[in-house]
């Protein structure tokens, strides 16, 4: 490698590509961030659920004490519809504060912008790339506004939207679409979160504020019926769907719908480029493990960055370290929550009878429902 290229390039300043920038600056690494979008682009409006291990890792970045807008998730139900099968999950019994944390992914975003810029770290926003290329002493990139630029490493986490996407090792269309929008119900939520499986689709009701966001998954055709209901309909047919538990819901917000589908491009690691967050593995939103996923593989990115000496950041053998270091995590979240998805997502008896002693197990059995909850909470490491 050209004892000159020092400085690390990380595609997107989305909050994985931040987490990682800035965990690189903290770490004394030379690093430079660029954004497709205008630095002054309308926020993104969905809302997110943070386990407990990514809330760890934006304290350590000095980034938590900015946020101001969080709910925390003390408890959370998980059921089944017109089945068996309860699981319980609390704080107090795993020893944490919380068991997640709902906040607007804009908050996030800007915090994490605000700390990029008092850390010194370079972003050049209004940059789309159009090329990256492979190298084994250096990986290229070309700009749209006709630069190249060379580094050790090239870290693309643009979420998947970028050029030169490389086709998925594995994939699969759910033919499921997801209806987020806020709701108030009749009963406070007491920071419960609830994860309810229909035979048509999870449903997820997450603590914000004094309301709840709500996840609705169905079939596509079906979610875009649920969303263009009138709101006093919206409310009548999600009563029905997820049941009384919470009482009457009394309001809904503005409808958005995401369809969903899961793509795995593996940790792809090689001639200096590695690709993390969604730009690796999209995953479905049950269980909330992709954004959480794509954090941790910024956060341990950086760290064998710095750990690592200067002249071998980027070389072949720490990305196949970083690959088989992020391998149990990455493919432990595809497959749960591609299990979960399709598992769930049925109403064959055998399979409902199936679920529910699974469930039934989980609670009975505490050491292998804690078990289950920190790997949730922290990934594959527990």
Known sequence: MDAGLSEILVVGA???????ALALAQQDVAVRVLEAQPADARGDARTLALAHGARLIL????????????TPIAH????QRGALGVVRL???????PALGYVLPYAQLAEALKDALREAGVAVEYAVAVDRIGAG??????????GRTLAAPLVVVADGGRGEGTPPPWFEADYKQTAVVCDVLSEQPHANRAYERFTPTGPVALLPRGERYALVWTAPHADAERIAALPDADFLAALYEHFGGRRGRFLEAGVRRTFPLRLT??????????VRIGNA????HPVAGQGFNLGLRDAWELAALCADGAPGARGDAAMLAAYVRGRRVDVLGGVGVTDFLARVFAND????????????MALEALPPLKTFVARRMMFGARG
Not at 90 to 96: F, I, N, R, T, Y
């Open 280 to 283: 690796a593995q999209t995953l």
């Open 264 to 273: 795995y491009t593996g940790s792809t690691a090689a001639g200096r480029v």
């Open 14 to 20: 989305g909050p994985v590509g931040a987490v990682c």
């Open 76 to 79: 959370i139900h998980i059921s």
């Open 136 to 145: 084994a002493d250096a990986a290229t990139l070309a700009t749209r506004d």
């Open 90 to 96: 609390s704080a107090d019994e795993l020893g944490v």
């Open 348 to 359: 064959l008896a055998v399979l409902r009878h199936a679920r529910g002693l699974g469930l």
């Open 59 to 70: 304290d350590r970045l000095g980034v938590w004490d900015r946020l101001t807008d969080v």
